[in-house]
């Protein structure tokens, strides 16, 4: 499976995803396991966000990579 980072997390505005892959997509759940945000990356091998408007908490990102892994990370968004 390809080395995935994601970073800085806790997050406060913008996540990042690094990868030595290339990421296709990237979608974002919450706890409850609704689509909070849902990226198309384009093939490149990392990707920034916005997590500004996402409620403080914990959330699953899933990484599709364009070879057809998927990572599950877990991310902590930390809004006031």
Do not use: C, M
């Not at 997590?51 to 892994?69: K, M, P, Q, R």
Request: aromatic share 6%; hydrophobic share 40%; charged share 15%.
């Amino acid at each position: 499976n390809p080395n995935v980072k994601i970073y800085p997390n806790p997050a406060i505005n913008i996540a990042t995803i690094s990868s030595d892959a290339e990421i296709k997509s990237v979608t974002v759940f919450n706890t409850l396991g609704n689509t909070v945000d849902a990226i198309r990356a384009q093939g490149n091998n990392s990707i920034s966000w916005n997590v500004a408007e996402y409620a403080s908490g914990l959330y699953v990102v899933v990484i599709e990579h364009n070879d057809g892994t998927v990572e599950h990370k877990h991310l902590v968004v930390a809004n006031k």
